[in-house]
């Protein structure tokens, strides 16, 4: 079997998700064949051709800025030396708003500067939203806090 042209999306995370378990351990380098077990169709390929695949994978993970490799050793293989910062907030994507100010408590401070505005909203139902809309704040609901800004926006863009 010759090997696919294109890189395979599931592998790239499969390959990143079994980075996040070494993760765990130390020192967390791991070899191109740690992930040859992840390439559906590695006996098809044969080890040189499935090495020579999953290396293709892992240098767009460091040309990505996921992770940091070794050079290419003789028999195909490449030290993973580390996961950046990168990949750690593609792992725990919480991590990307560290150090940074969050912009919810502004964005809610102008969803409720501009109800008050309208006038057509039930001060009953206003209410209602803005008591919703910090709940799932606090209660870390995201997609709830995304409907509920969505539903506020469109009740605003058509006048109340």
Same mark, same amino acid.
């Given at each position: 079997?010759t090997?696919?042209?294109?890189? &395979?999306?599931?592998? @790239?995370?499969?390959?990143?998700?079994? @980075?996040?378990e070494?993760?765990a351990?130390?020192?967390?380098?791991s070899?191109t &064949?740690?992930?040859? &077990? %992840?390439i559906?169709?590695?006996?098809?390929l044969?080890?040189?051709?499935? %090495?020579?695949?999953m290396?293709?994978?892992? /240098?767009?993970?460091?040309?990505?800025?996921?992770?940091?490799l070794s050079?290419?050793? @003789? &028999?195909?293989?490449?030290?993973?030396?580390?996961?950046?910062?990168?990949?750690?907030?593609f %792992?725990?994507?919480?991590?990307?708003?560290?150090?940074?100010?969050?912009? %919810?408590?502004?964005?809610?401070?102008?969803?409720?500067e501009? @109800?008050?505005?309208?006038?057509?909203?039930?001060?009953?139902?206003?209410s209602g939203?803005?008591?919703?809309l910090?709940k799932?704040?606090?209660?870390?609901?995201? /997609?709830?806090?995304?409907?509920?800004?969505?539903?506020?926006?469109l009740?605003?863009?058509?006048?109340?």
């Open positions: 079997m090997m696919p042209q294109n890189l &395979d999306k599931t592998l @790239l995370l499969s390959v990143l998700h079994r @980075l996040g070494f993760r351990q130390y020192p967390n380098l070899m &064949d740690s992930y040859i &077990d %992840l559906p169709q590695r006996e098809e044969g080890e040189e051709q499935a %090495l020579y695949y290396a293709r994978h892992l /240098r767009f993970l460091e040309q990505e800025g996921f992770v940091e050079d290419t050793s @003789l &028999d195909g293989n490449q030290i993973v030396k580390r996961i950046t910062s990168k990949g750690e907030m %792992l725990q994507p919480e991590l990307a708003e560290f150090g940074q100010e969050s912009l %919810l408590p502004e964005i809610i401070k102008n969803l409720e501009r @109800l008050g505005h309208v006038i057509t909203i039930p001060e009953q139902e206003r939203m803005l008591y919703n910090r799932s704040v606090v209660d870390v609901a995201p /997609r709830v806090a995304a409907e509920l800004i969505a539903t506020i926006l009740r605003l863009n058509q006048g109340g």
